[in-house]
C-alpha cells in the first residue's frame, strides 16, 4: 500500500517545548515538501527538499528546521523559536522536480497544538 | 513576492446550482493545479493545465487557464453534496525549480 504517512494525527506540547512531526513516503519521490495550513490562508510553504541530504527555504521557515537524510523520509522540527506553532500541518511529495511541476501527493496531516 | 489570489473565499450553494471560484497571479505561470481538500481531509491532486486558454473537463467540473497564462478558474455544473470541501489553486513560476505557490483556497458549501 503506497503513499504518506504522518503521525501522529494529533499532537499537543507544552510552549517551549521543540517538537518533531515525521513524514514517509513509499513512492520513491524526489521531492518533498512541508506545508502549514491555518484558517483561510490557504497551504505555506515551510521547507522543500528536492534530493537527499539537501533542502531549501520555503516562504515561513523561521522557526522550523528539516533534515533529509534518507530520500523517505523528510522530517519537520517545530522549535521554541516558533511564535506561533499551532496548525494543520501537511507534508506532501512528488516524483520529481523539474521546470514542468509534477502533482504533490499529500500525508494525512498532523494537527498540532502548543498551550 | 508572487502571489496567487483566489475568490470567493467561501461559497454557499443550493444542491443542483453551479460554482465557480477564480485564480489569478501577479505574474504569468508555467502550469497550474488544482486541489480538493475534504473536510478534515487532505489536499488531493485533481488536474493540471499547462498550455495557454486549455480547457479540460473531468465530468461536472470545467478547468481553463487564461490566455495570458496569469488567471485560472474551476466550474462546477449542478453540484452535488459530495462537492463540499476546499478547492485550492497552485501555481507554478516559470522560473522556480518546483515550488508551488497556492491560493488561499474556496470553500463550497452545498445544501441539499
Known amino acids: 500500500d503506497g503513499g504518506i504517512t504522518q503521525s501522529p494525527k494529533y499532537l499537543f506540547r507544552k510552549e517551549g517545548q521543540n517538537v518533531t512531526l515525521s513524514c514517509e513516503q513509499n513512492?520513491?519521490?524526489?521531492?518533498m515538501y512541508w506545508y502549514r495550513q491555518d484558517p483561510g490562508q490557504g497551504l505555506r510553504l515551510i521547507y522543500y527538499s528536492q534530493i537527499v541530504n539537501d533542502f531549501q527555504k520555503g516562504d515561513i521557515a523561521e522557526g522550523y528546521s528539516v533534515s533529509r537524510e534518507k530520500k523517505e523520509s523528510f522530517p519537520l522540527t517545530v522549535t521554541s523559536a516558533q511564535k506561533n506553532p499551532t496548525a494543520f500541518y501537511l507534508c506532501?511529495?512528488?516524483?520529481?522536480?523539474?521546470?514542468?511541476?509534477?502533482?504533490?501527493?499529500f500525508g494525512p496531516g498532523t494537527r498540532l497544538t502548543v498551550t | 513576492g508572487q502571489q496567487v489570489m483566489q475568490i470567493p473565499q467561501y461559497q454557499h450553494v443550493q444542491e443542483g446550482e453551479d460554482f465557480t471560484t477564480y485564480c489569478n497571479s501577479s505574474?504569468?505561470?508555467?502550469?497550474i493545479q488544482w486541489y480538493k481538500q475534504r473536510p478534515g481531509g487532505h489536499p488531493v491532486f485533481l488536474i493540471q493545465?499547462?498550455?495557454?486558454?486549455e480547457v479540460k473537463k473531468q465530468k461536472r467540473l470545467t478547468f481553463q487557464f487564461g490566455e495570458a497564462k496569469k488567471n485560472s478558474s474551476l466550474h462546477i455544473t449542478a453540484t452535488q453534496t459530495t462537492d463540499v470541501g476546499t478547492y485550492f489553486c497552485a501555481g507554478k513560476k516559470s522560473s522556480n525549480t518546483g515550488k508551488l505557490i497556492f491560493g488561499q483556497g474556496t470553500t463550497l458549501q452545498v445544501k441539499p
Open positions: 505574474t504569468t505561470l508555467s502550469n
Open positions: 513512492l520513491n519521490h524526489d521531492a
Open positions: 493545465l499547462v498550455k495557454s486558454g
Open positions: 506532501a511529495s512528488s516524483p520529481t522536480v523539474s521546470t514542468r511541476a509534477r502533482e504533490q501527493y
